[in-house]
């Protein structure tokens, strides 16, 4: 079945950009018509959606974060990725990428294990 | 500050039912489906419930989830000592154009 796995650094500096990539095995991140989420969890609190994105490159973000975001997908290497740019303490989680399979009222399954990510000043 | 509503703590001892509420608006909950995310401790979220009361494959019938108006529930009966962790309730918002969840409800089993 799917899999999804997180990567990239734990550790940020205050004003700089995040950047994670999620890797897709057991199936091709084109195949179906599947989106692909990021999700992220500052630690003891809720969950927040953060955007996702179609194979074909088109992507949605989260009103609130929008303006620092960027989501790309790589068909060739069957990954997508965020950037998160001008980082700060309130950008510390747990990110998550997960797959959901329609274009709105939709649930995520399945889910990475998740990558912690410290901003550090 | 989540867009829903859920209360942070729940518990019981094996064998009670439990119930979960979650609390929304007009744009999310009243329009759309609810799901349910079960996080165990130390593990990513997994989907428990999609479509207000469907199960996924796998999903014991233990689980169940309910919906009227602004709010829906998760039921958990025949509470198990490996049901304690986190549980969160999620729904797509029409005025956000994307899902929003709740604040995540940690289940103890006494």
């Known amino acids: 079945q799917v899999q999804l796995q997180e990567s990239g650094p734990g550790l940020v500096k205050a004003s700089q950009t995040l950047s994670l990539s999620c890797t897709v095995s057991g199936g091709s991140i084109s195949g179906g018509t599947y989106y692909w989420n990021w999700i992220r969890q500052p630690a003891g609190k809720g969950l927040e959606w953060i955007g996702r994105?179609?194979?074909?490159?088109?992507?949605t973000y989260n009103p609130s974060l929008k303006r620092r975001l960027t989501i790309s997908i790589d068909t060739s290497k069957n990954q997508f990725s965020l950037k998160v740019t001008s980082v700060t303490a309130a950008d510390t989680a747990v990110y998550y990428c997960?797959?959901?399979?329609?274009?709105?009222?939709?649930?995520?399954?399945?889910w990475g294990q998740g990558t912690q990510v410290t901003v550090s000043s | 500050q989540s867009v829903l509503t859920q209360p942070p703590s729940a518990s019981g001892t094996p064998g009670q039912r439990v119930t979960i509420s979650c609390s929304g608006i007009?744009?999310?909950?009243?329009?759309?489906?609810v799901n349910w995310y079960q996080q165990l401790p130390g593990t990513a979220p997994k989907l428990l419930l999609y479509r207000d009361n469907q199960r996924p494959s796998g999903v014991p019938d233990r689980f169940s989830g309910s919906k009227s108006g602004t709010s829906a529930s998760l039921a958990i009966s025949g509470l198990q000592s490996e049901d304690e962790g986190d549980y969160h309730c999620?729904?797509?918002?029409?005025?956000?154009?994307?899902?929003?969840f709740g604040g995540g409800t940690k289940l103890t089993v006494l």
């Open positions: 994105i179609y194979p074909s490159g088109s992507a």
């Open positions: 997960a797959r959901s399979d329609r274009p709105y009222d939709d649930w995520f399954d399945p």
């Open positions: 999620a729904a797509w918002d029409d005025s956000l154009n994307g899902p929003v």
């Open positions: 007009s744009s999310n909950i009243r329009s759309n489906t």
